[in-house]
């Protein structure tokens, strides 16, 4: 699976074009603004956008979901339905940030742990990670060894668990119980940021590694 990495917005948002490299048929992963930008993207890259995947209900990931789906006439699917609340308080959300108003995104599918999104001859398949929200989902390629994993973890950081209904340990459960089994070996995307690997992380990650910090 191939993909590209636009950085949207203020928040320097990893929006996420991820695709089937036989096929050019693509998804876009949590398009948190700037909808020409990302269309832009689009068309240089030759693609035939199907889906829009968001992972959680913030503003800074969902921006522009609603207005990319209009013009490119596909469906929204996910997060999980714990995360109805976010998406419902999106104007609430822009007004709180100081953002022209963000209306009220309603996916066409929530997503579950283990439902599996075919793009092309790829697959992605469906974690529900909560933690930094409550219905925090990421999607995983096996066959390109990729993740998709919004604010779940970061290179050198992990995701805030301050916003309504976090849970920090529950996201310290949902990284070591979800996201290490899939290998050391997966590169990973997070919502922002530089990429990273699970195994990179696994080893010098303070929040996660599997030794001890040394004070």
């Known amino acids: 699976m191939k993909y590209q990495i636009i950085p949207v917005t203020a928040f320097q948002q990893n929006c996420t074009l991820m695709w089937c490299a036989a096929t050019r048929l693509a998804v876009v992963v949590d398009p948190g603004g700037e909808a020409g930008k990302i269309r832009q993207a689009i068309n240089d890259l030759g693609l035939n956008v199907t889906l829009i995947l968001l992972t959680h209900g913030h503003l800074d990931h969902v921006g522009a979901a609603a207005e990319l789906s209009a013009s490119l006439g596909v469906p929204v699917f996910g997060p999980q339905e714990e995360d109805r609340f976010w998406l419902e308080g999106l104007p609430a959300q822009s007004k709180m940030f100081g953002m022209p108003e963000c209306a009220v995104v309603t996916p066409d599918r929530w997503l579950q742990e283990g439902d599996v999104i075919s793009v092309g001859n790829e697959t992605l ?14 999607y995983f ?3 390109g060894r990729l993740a998709q994993v919004g604010d779940v973890l970061f290179n050198g950081s992990v995701g805030r668990s301050d ?25 990973f995307i997070p919502g922002h940021g530089p ?10 990650n303070p929040y996660v590694s599997d030794e001890p910090p040394v004070w």
């Open 195 to 204: 990429t990273s690997t699970f195994g990179a992380e696994r080893q010098s």
């Open 141 to 143: 390629n096996p066959e």
């Open 163 to 187: 916003f309504p209904r976090g849970d920090h340990q529950a996201l310290i459960d949902s990284i070591k119980n979800k996201l290490w089994p899939l290998g050391n070996d997966v590169t």
């Open 125 to 138: 398949q469906v974690l529900h990670c909560p933690g930094h929200t409550p219905g925090h989902v990421i």
